[in-house]
């Protein structure tokens, strides 16, 4: 028997069942449209977070107290501005350093407030990192040498604060301690989970005036090339462990950043695929049902296409494509239905999705694996009939 | 028209095990049909006609004995080689004609065809000729349901005559027919053994099986004296 009869005999026997087939497919299809919306959205989660750690700017290189291993606790920084010089020294230019004292306070301005995160920076904030200003300037070499109070605000504290007015030139107050405001940031949205636009940034000498404080959190180093950052790392930690010979530094690039929240989004994904995997399993049990019924049904059919020259392997295969029909019909209905939704998440909810190429081939084979699986036992069934039973039934 | 034997069956025997019971459906039952038999299968409910024919079709396989079709042993073939020996040497016509419901007489005649490998048209083609030579060559888009008893047994028979096979085997043919219609496939069974197709045939009707070239009748699985 040619299989393109065999297809032929599967459409047909399919189409005399129509409602019994869609229900069927029902099953597979709400499997498949699981896996590939989910998948979307745990696609689209890393698509956005990675873009996020890549629009801090390349070659970054972030330095923080502490060994950064799963299980480590976090250290509280000792590192000083006197560390900072030592730093720079190491990587010889003050324009690739920025540092870091950041905590959360209350801005005002007038009678209006906003919850903002302060951070005290250097100067060369904007250029290690990624911020463009909206308006005004940002803040100077001798601003942060003299512990100047100005600020540059982020685009969400600026608009709670002054509306549609311009900021730039006039007074606020950071926990109660008068700044003027020399600039605004363009809007920048979340990184990471952090609103980066309820920012403040003012010179790390005044913030650490303020905060009655000459420690620093953090820095990060703009590497001027990709291949030295590795070494470059080194250098800073060796030259802060001199320092601080009781702490351990760790020096860790976007990539490693990237690496670890990759991982772990990866098996976030692939648990949120195997929880709908589940269901297109149990789409699959139903597919072997309704064959095996079929098969019954058919039993005398199954009897006279013996009698007229069927083989076993003949029949077998007509109902193995059958039941591949039902998965493969169904798993392109649930790709379509999966797509519909993994769009209007994306479109309609703050929850990125992405549907990818290999996510939808992937529901394809499995779809049709199921086919193949779930209809073995029933294909078998229907070719090893006796004839002479087969006919006999009524 | 002499030759070789279609079948020879030498001391077949033919027991079902039913929950451990064994019942013995045919015992050593030794017949030859020729290449141009016309032979006629009567006896009692349950005596072992139908039996002896799922053996002579390659429906089934004996229990005991030797049973060559169409010179080939058929208890050393497997279930595949049985389906193909089937397609190409015997046609069976039951008395309830088993045809697809769903499936036009055109196609039903085609079916054993699709297991030959023979494209569709050419199918199509054969099976119009075919229905022709049964008088339903109006009849090639309809149905079962559409068509009378009678039709439906010709069908049955333009189904078992496509494949040009040596022996048709008929399995009271006439039984769901009333006597006119009955003449009418009779008529068509013996025309074609005139054409040297052997012809094998169950019946309870004495007239019927007087029709034959010849007659065995059987008894609790035997053949007896007629
Ligand atoms: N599949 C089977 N399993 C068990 N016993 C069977 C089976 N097929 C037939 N028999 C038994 O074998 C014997 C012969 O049956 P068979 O069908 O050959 O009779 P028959 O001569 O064709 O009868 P009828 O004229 O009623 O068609 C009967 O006793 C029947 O019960
Ligand atoms: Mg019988």
């Not at chain 1, 990587?91 to 905590?103: I, L």
């Not at chain 1, 939704?341 to 394809?364: E, G, K, M, Q, Y």
């Not at chain 2, 030859?32 to 039996?51: C, H, N």
């Not at chain 2, 027919?177 to 040297?196: F, K, P, R």
Request: aromatic share 4%.
């Amino acid at each position: 028997m040619r299989i393109s009869e065999a297809w032929r005999v599967a459409v047909d026997a399919l189409r005399a069942n129509r409602l019994r087939s869609i229900l069927t497919m029902l099953g597979v299809v709400i499997g498949v449209a699981a896996v590939v919306a989910l998948v979307a959205i745990g696609t689209g989660t890393k698509q956005q977070i990675e873009s996020q750690v890549e629009g801090l700017g390349s070659n970054l290189l972030l330095v923080v107290p502490g060994r950064l291993e799963a299980g480590a606790a976090a250290t509280a920084s000792t590192m000083t501005l006197d560390d900072v010089d030592a730093v720079t020294r190491v990587v010889g230019d003050r324009s690739r350093v920025a540092v870091t004292v950041a905590s959360g306070e209350t801005v005002r301005a007038g009678s209006r407030s906003s919850f903002a995160s302060m951070q005290g920076v250097l100067e060369t904030t904007p250029t290690v990192f990624v911020r463009n200003l909206d308006r005004g300037r940002y803040f100077t070499r001798s601003d942060v040498s003299t512990g100047r109070r100005v600020a540059v605000l982020g685009s969400a504290v600026a608009r709670q604060l002054f509306g549609d007015r311009d900021p730039i030139g006039r007074q606020i107050t950071i926990g109660g301690v008068r700044f003027r405001v020399t600039g605004t940031f363009e809007p920048l949205g979340q990184s990471l989970g952090v609103d980066r636009d309820s920012e403040v940034h003012v010179p790390i000498t005044a913030a650490q005036r303020l905060l009655g404080t000459d420690r620093i959190d953090g820095l990060a180093i703009r590497a001027p090339d990709r291949e030295r950052i590795g070494a470059l790392g080194d250098a800073v930690v060796a030259a802060l462990v001199e320092r601080h010979p009781d702490t351990d530094f760790s020096a860790v690039t976007q990539e490693q950043i990237l690496g670890v929240l990759g991982d772990i989004l990866g098996v976030l994904t692939g648990v949120l695929a195997a929880i709908a995997g589940i269901s297109l399993l149990v789409g699959g049990v139903g597919v072997s049902n309704i064959m095996l019924v079929s098969v019954r049904e058919r039993t005398k059919e199954i009897g006279l296409r013996k009698a007229v020259g069927a083989r076993p392997r003949d029949i077998g295969v007509q109902f193995l494509l059958e039941a591949v029909l039902l998965t493969t019909i169904g798993g392109v209905l649930g790709m379509g239905l999966g797509i519909t939704a993994a769009l209007l998440v994306d479109r309609l909810s703050p929850v990125p999705a992405a549907v990818t190429w290999w996510a939808l081939a992937l529901a394809f084979g499995v779809s049709a694996a199921v086919g193949i699986i779930f209809g073995v036992v029933p294909a078998q069934r229907a070719g090893r009939l006796d004839p002479v039973v087969a006919l006999r039934t009524e | 028209m002499t030759g070789s034997p279609a079948i020879v069956a030498t001391d077949v025997a033919r027991t079902y095990e039913l929950d451990g019971v064994s019942v013995t459906a045919l015992k050593a039952v030794s017949l030859t049909v020729e290449a141009d038999d016309y032979l006629a299968i009567v006896g009692t409910s349950g005596s072992g006609k139908s039996t002896l024919m799922h053996l002579l079709g390659a429906l089934d396989r004996p229990t005991s004995g030797t049973l060559l079709i169409g010179g080939r042993d058929v208890t050393t073939l497997d279930p595949g080689e049985m389906a193909k020996l089937r397609n190409e040497t015997i046609g069976f016509v039951f008395q309830s004609f088993h045809l697809l419901a769903r499936t036009t007489a055109q196609d039903n005649v085609a079916l054993p065809l699709v297991y030959r490998g023979v494209p569709r048209r050419e199918r199509r083609e054969r099976a119009a000729a075919m229905l022709e030579r049964v008088g339903l060559a109006h009849r090639a888009g309809h149905r079962p349901n559409q068509m009378t008893g009678g039709e439906q047994q010709r069908v049955a028979i333009a189904r078992a005559l496509v494949t040009g096979p040596s022996v048709l085997l008929a399995d009271e043919p006439t039984g769901n027919l009333d006597s006119a219609t009955g003449q009418a496939v009779l008529a068509l069974l013996e025309s074609l053994n005139s054409e040297g197709v052997a012809v094998v045939l169950v019946t309870h009707d004495k007239d019927v099986a007087a029709r034959a070239h010849r007659q065995i009748r059987m008894r609790d699985g035997e053949i007896v004296p007629a």
